[in-house]
């Protein structure tokens, strides 16, 4: 993986608002502020995406979200809830190819942040909802953590 901004905010050679750190991540509030608060929590090892995860390291950094999403919201009395994102691939609007999840707290439906989710369960038939089903079993057979 070459050097991306984070990697040079972990080095400290890049400033940042840094709000946590321990030996496999790093929380900096993020500059676009897309919602006050918006903090990212970023992997010490520089992997592109949660595809280059193993077990060892999804347990490190999950472990770690949970307290900084606990600070995130209890910070400003405001927030009603918080999404956690990660985009992972260009397909997925990741422009940062290393690791890192988004934490957004919101504070109401006109906050500056949404989502769209669409129901297309109408779209598939019974059958091809069994195929997607053992598609994806065999996958998961198919596939080492």
């Given at each position: 993986?070459?050097?991306?901004?984070?990697?040079?905010?972990?080095?400290?050679?890049?400033?940042?608002?840094?709000?946590?750190?321990?030996?496999?991540?790093?929380?900096?509030?993020?500059?676009?502020?897309?919602?006050?608060?918006?903090?990212?929590?970023?992997?010490?090892?520089?992997?592109?995406?949660?595809?280059?995860?193993?077990?060892?390291?999804?347990?490190?950094?999950?472990?770690?979200?949970?307290?900084?999403?606990?600070?995130?919201?209890?910070?400003?009395?405001?927030?009603?809830?918080?999404n956690i994102l990660?985009?992972?691939?260009?397909?997925?609007?990741?422009?940062?190819?290393?690791?890192?999840?988004?934490?957004?707290?919101?504070?109401?439906?006109?906050?500056?942040?949404?989502?769209?989710?669409?129901?297309?369960?109408?779209?598939?038939?019974?059958?091809?909802?069994?195929?997607?089903?053992?598609?994806?079993?065999?996958?998961?057979?198919?596939?080492?953590?």
């Open positions: 993986m070459t050097d991306s901004v984070f990697s040079k905010i972990i080095a400290g050679e890049i400033p940042a608002r840094k709000i946590f750190e321990n030996d496999h991540v790093v929380a900096i509030m993020d500059l676009s502020q897309v919602t006050r608060g918006h903090t990212l929590v970023i992997t010490k090892k520089p992997v592109r995406n949660i595809f280059e995860y193993d077990e060892e390291l999804a347990a490190n950094v999950f472990a770690s979200i949970p307290r900084i999403a606990k600070a995130v919201r209890n910070h400003n009395p405001d927030i009603k809830g918080l990660m985009n992972n691939e260009a397909a997925a609007s990741q422009t940062v190819f290393h690791s890192h999840f988004h934490l957004l707290p919101r504070y109401g439906e006109q906050d500056g942040f949404g989502l769209k989710w669409e129901d297309h369960s109408s779209d598939y038939t019974d059958e091809e909802l069994d195929q997607i089903k053992a598609d994806l079993i065999k996958a998961l057979e198919e596939t080492n953590s």
